[in-house]
């Protein structure tokens, strides 16, 4: 079975822009998580969907948005960049206990 | 969020055991103790969890304190492939229907 997938794998962007990054969740699971991981530092929890509804939010400004398709994958969306939104984006999945992590997506905002 | 306190870093030799600890004084009756890991240019990995009594997978061994205020990741016999960063997480279910609150976790280092 394919793991938990993200693209793209590596992005660069301008300040000002924004950016979509994509996920498409292990088969079977209905929860997809996202975090960002700064260099150095451990994961934080952006936002949370069960079955395409929002089931948590972390401390994040409105510049980040993201929602889950019927099929379960997701988006997450980010508006205006900045330059310390330069971050590892992770995305994980869920059936139960236990998340599968995706390889991430290195967003370098310049 | 009750939190967790683990040692910035760890080494050990290579084919030895591994013992990393982690402190959670402030854990409530409820909190499962899940343990992930992460390795070099990749997402955090689901290592083991556990609610009261020891647990065992083909990874490792987790030992948890009788007042369960600590606990113990156990890996027999490590390799160099287990060099990553450990994290020691409370969550209040058992299900994946909660978000993972990762502190800065324990960087261990095999040596050959």
């Known amino acids: 079975d394919a793991g938990v997938t993200q693209s793209p794998t590596h992005l660069i962007k301008t300040r000002g822009q924004h950016v979509t990054l994509r996920c498409s969740p292990i088969?079977?699971?209905?929860?997809v998580s996202w975090y960002q991981q700064v260099l150095g530092q451990g994961p934080q929890f952006i936002f949370q969907y069960y079955e395409k509804e929002e089931r948590g939010r972390g401390n994040f400004p409105d510049r980040f948005s993201a929602r889950q398709f019927p099929n379960y994958s997701s988006e997450l969306n980010v508006n205006a960049l900045l330059l310390g939104d330069s971050a590892l984006y992770l995305c994980?999945?869920?059936?139960?206990?236990?998340?599968?992590f995706g390889s991430g997506t290195r967003l370098t905002v310049v | 969020d009750a939190k967790t306190t683990q040692p910035n870093s760890m080494e050990s030799n290579e084919e030895e055991p591994v013992h990393l600890p982690c402190n959670h004084s402030?854990?409530?009756?409820?909190?499962?103790i899940h343990w992930y890991r992460q390795l070099p240019s990749q997402g955090p990995e689901y290592v083991i969890h556990?609610?009261?009594s020891n647990v065992n997978n083909r990874m490792a061994s987790l030992a948890i304190a009788e007042d369960r205020k600590s606990s113990t990741l156990i890996l027999h016999r490590a390799t160099l492939r287990d060099a990553a960063v450990y994290y020691c997480?409370?969550?209040?279910?058992?299900?994946?229907?909660?978000?993972?609150?990762f502190g800065t976790g324990t960087r261990l280092t095999i040596i050959p």
């Open positions: 088969s079977g699971h209905k929860s």
């Open positions: 994980a999945s869920s059936l139960g206990a236990g998340y599968t």
């Open positions: 402030t854990i409530s009756g409820t909190d499962y």
């Open positions: 556990g609610l009261t």
């Open positions: 997480i409370l969550m209040r279910s058992n299900f994946g229907n909660e978000k993972l609150t």
